[in-house]
C-alpha cells in the first residue's frame, strides 16, 4: 500500500513537471478561481463595514418643549433604551446644546452677534437616537408618538430625514443582493474554466491511460497521479494566489482608506487564517474534486 501511494505521488511529479505547459495553464486557472473566491469574500466583509460606517453616521432627534424637566427627559431615554431596535440613546442638554454651537462658531462674528441680541438660550435639549440599523428609526418614531410622554415632545425631525435615511438602506439592501449575486456569477465562470482547464489535461494523456488500463491498472492507480497533480496545481496557486492578496491590499490599502476608512490591509492580516483556510480549500480541494470529476465523466475510468 506504501509503496503503491509513493509511486503515485512520483508518477503525479512527474506528469507535473513534464507537461510544464499544461502544468503552468492549471496553476494560473485555479490561482484565478482562488484569488477570486478570496476577493469576494474580502469585498464582501469591506461591502459590511462600509454599510455599518455609514448607518453608524444616521441618527434622528427628538426635540423637547421649553420647560420639560431633565429628570422627564431621562426617564423618555430610559424607555428608549429598553426597545430592542436601540443602539445608542445621547442626551443633549439645552446647555450642552449652545456650548456646541458656540464652539462650532466663535470664529464667526455675525452669528455670535445674533445669538447675543437673542437674550436667552434659544435651544431645546434633545435625544439623539441612534438604532441598529436604518429600517428601524420608523418603529422608534411610532413608539415615541404613542408614548405616554407624547406632550413632552416638540418635535422628531425623522421626517426631514427620512429621504436620506430610505436611500440608505435601499443603498443596503442593493449592495448586499450586488455582492450575493457577484458570487455565484463569478464562482460559476471560475469553475467551469478550471474544470475544462483540467479536463484538456487528462485528456491529453488518453494514450498514457488506456495503456495503464490494458496493464490491468486499478481505477485508483490511474486516477492517483491526476489527483497528486491536481494538488500540486492547487499548492502553487495557493501560494502564488496568497501573495498577490497581499501585493493587492497593500497598493490599495492608502487609496481606500483615504476614501472609505477601510484599511483592506487591516483586513487581511486580521482575517489571515481564515483567508488561507480558504484558499487551501479552494486550491487543493477543488483541484481534487476537478480532476475525479473530470477522469470519471470523460474518460470513463
Not at 426631514?160 to 442593493?174: D, G, H, L
Request: glycine content about 4%; proline content about 3%.
Amino acid at each position: 500500500m506504501f509503496t503503491s501511494l509513493k509511486r503515485i505521488i512520483k508518477n503525479g511529479w512527474i506528469a507535473f513537471s513534464r507537461n510544464i505547459g499544461l502544468s503552468i495553464a492549471t496553476v494560473f486557472v485555479m490561482m484565478m478561481v482562488i484569488f477570486l473566491i478570496t476577493f469576494l469574500f474580502l469585498f464582501n466583509s469591506a461591502s459590511r463595514i462600509l454599510i455599518s460606517t455609514i448607518q453608524e453616521k444616521v441618527d434622528i432627534s427628538v426635540y423637547f418643549k421649553k420647560g420639560t424637566t431633565p429628570e422627564e427627559i431621562l426617564e423618555v431615554k430610559s424607555s428608549l433604551t429598553e426597545l430592542p431596535e436601540i443602539k445608542k440613546v445621547e442626551y443633549v442638554s439645552e446647555e450642552e446644546a449652545l456650548n456646541k454651537f458656540i464652539e462650532k462658531h466663535k470664529d464667526d462674528p455675525t452669528i455670535m452677534e445674533s445669538l447675543g441680541e437673542l437674550g436667552e438660550n434659544p435651544f431645546l435639549p434633545i435625544l439623539n437616537i441612534k438604532a441598529w440599523q436604518a429600517s428601524q428609526y420608523e418603529k422608534v418614531v411610532n413608539f415615541l408618538e404613542n408614548d405616554p410622554f407624547k406632550n413632552l415632545i416638540e418635535k422628531v425631525d425623522y421626517f426631514q430625514r427620512k429621504p436620506v435615511i430610505e436611500k440608505i438602506f435601499s443603498a443596503t439592501a442593493t449592495i448586499n443582493k450586488a455582492v450575493l449575486i457577484l458570487i455565484l456569477v463569478l464562482v460559476l465562470v471560475a469553475v467551469l474554466v478550471a474544470l475544462n482547464t483540467i479536463r484538456i489535461a487528462i485528456y491529453n494523456s488518453r494514450e498514457e491511460i488506456s495503456t495503464m488500463r490494458l496493464v490491468g491498472a486499478s481505477n485508483w492507480f490511474i486516477r492517483g497521479p491526476f489527483i497528486v497533480q491536481g494538488i500540486l496545481a492547487g499548492l502553487f496557486a495557493t501560494a502564488i494566489s496568497l501573495l498577490i492578496t497581499f501585493l493587492v491590499c497593500w497598493g490599495l490599502n492608502d487609496k481606500i482608506n483615504s476614501i472609505s476608512e477601510i484599511s483592506v490591509l487591516s483586513l487581511f492580516f486580521s482575517n489571515f487564517y481564515i483567508l488561507l483556510l480558504i484558499q487551501i480549500i479552494g486550491g487543493v480541494g477543488l483541484a481534487v474534486i476537478f480532476t475525479s470529476i473530470a477522469i470519471r465523466r470523460y474518460l470513463r475510468v
